[in-house]
């Protein structure tokens, strides 16, 4: 299914005249307030976010997984999907693959498409936390970190055959997580499980291209209860520093033990320019992977507020990259990455209103309440219209997910693929 221009410019005939008499009412008190309208406006328009290849499916859980029908079976669904969320919110403009389970068999055919929808390709990611079929060795007991020499060398094979992968469809970056660790005190030996990763992934680093950086991801726990081998962010920093300057570490908003200061983690990183990419998704009790902001949105406007000090003050940190990995099995995927695109977006404007000078000024002179209410007017800021003026200026619709339930979009995609689809890699 595709979205064309007309189904847009006729959705938004109707909410038209409402949208503009909010944007000009946000955007004369804005520029009351002293904010350039139009320079938020442009940033906002250049933000875009990758969609993961593995999140147009129904989501699992560790008891059942029930499909949302109508799911894309093969890579050219899958960006037909991501097209059709591009279309209607012109900020997914970008798919993140994950390697085995989305391996392009025909690259050409599959450029052709990304190109026709305005998509380009985001990172490539490794799988070596899940036994693939025909595989001489296996990762029950760890990949990069194992202590049989045998393993690790599949599991470093495995990431550069993703290098090759990615190099063809234009992707300049590799992510690395790892799922090795133990589940018992004994089982791993802390030391030499280190060693091994710090080792292996330095082969890695090797094969990739000069323009290209590789990011390393970090977990706390799960699957491995006991122990994780990259537990934290100052693991991931130390073994990005032991790479070279083409590693970074990976922030994944559900990759924290409760109630982490995730936001003074983004700055640190950041400062020392070693903060190489951010999966967004929202959580209440550990890696949940639910819809972005629907639990913590204030949590993500502060982690936001150093993302854009840190863009605007640290010339030092590359261009970050942006993923949603969020999934979940009870609601359409679709609607669920519309609505985690919203939430980021108004996150980002909304700490593109904070008065960064009046701020420091405020910590200046420790004025806590000032600094308290400074954050708390933007994010209070309703900016809704700021996010519709920049869907419509880039041919989006006004109100998303209204449109997509308009046009029959999941009644339309299961008359086309059939009911019992499932996605790949699910």
Avoid at 181 to 203: I, R, V
Avoid at 236 to 254: I, P, Q, R, T, Y
Avoid at 333 to 352: M, N, R, V
Wanted: one cysteine or more.
């Amino acid at each position: 299914m595709k979205i064309n221009k007309d189904q847009i410019l006729n959705s938004n005939k109707f909410d038209l005249k409402n949208h503009e008499e909010s944007f000009d009412f946000l955007s004369n008190n804005l520029e009351r307030q002293g904010h350039d309208v139009k320079a938020i406006i442009g940033n906002l328009k250049d933000f875009q976010v990758a969609i993961p290849s593995w999140a147009l499916g129904a989501g699992g859980t560790r008891f059942g997984r029930f499909s949302y029908h109508g799911e894309p079976t093969n890579l050219f669904q899958k960006l037909e999907d991501i097209g059709v969320i591009h279309s209607l919110t012109q900020s997914a403009g970008a798919v993140s693959l994950h390697i085995p389970w989305d391996i392009p068999e025909d690259y050409d055919g599959i450029k052709q498409l990304a190109s026709s929808l305005d998509i380009k390709f985001d990172a490539v990611n490794s799988n070596t936390f899940q036994d693939q079929k025909d595989a001489k060795e296996s990762y029950k007991f760890g990949s990069l970190s194992n202590i049989s020499k045998a393993v690790r060398d599949q599991a470093i094979q495995h990431n550069k055959e993703v290098i090759d992968i990615g190099n063809k469809l234009g992707s300049k970056s590799l992510t690395v997580w790892l799922a090795d660790g133990s589940n018992f005190p004994g089982q791993t030996n802390f030391q030499k499980a280190l060693q091994y990763t710090e080792t292996s992934l330095k082969e890695i680093y090797k094969a990739l291209p000069d323009d290209w950086n590789m990011l390393i991801e970090y977990k706390p726990y799960e699957p491995n209860f006991y122990s994780t081998v990259i537990q934290d962010w100052g693991t991931s920093f130390m073994l990005a520093n032991a790479c070279g300057e083409k590693a970074f570490s990976l922030v994944d908003l559900g990759h924290h033990l409760p109630n982490s200061n995730i936001e003074q983690i983004v700055s640190t990183l950041i400062l020392k320019g070693k903060l190489g990419g951010f999966h967004f998704n929202d959580s209440k009790y550990g890696d949940d992977d639910l819809t972005v902001g629907s639990i913590k949105p204030y949590a993500l406007f502060l982690i936001f507020n150093e993302l854009v000090y840190g863009m605007y003050n640290n010339p030092q940190n590359p261009n970050l990259s942006w993923m949603i990995d969020a999934s979940h099995n009870v609601k359409d995927p679709l609607e669920d990455l519309i609505q985690s695109l919203e939430a980021i977006k108004e996150s980002y404007a909304k700490a593109l209103l904070v008065d960064q000078d009046a701020l420091q000024e405020a910590q200046l002179n420790h004025d806590v309440v000032s600094c308290q209410e400074i954050l708390q007017n933007a994010f209070k800021t309703d900016v809704r219209p700021l996010i519709q003026k920049v869907r419509l200026d880039l041919g989006g619709a006004i109100h998303p997910i209204n449109s997509y339930r308009d046009w029959k979009v999941r009644e339309t995609l299961i008359k086309e693929r059939g009911k019992n689809t499932v996605a790949t890699g699910l």
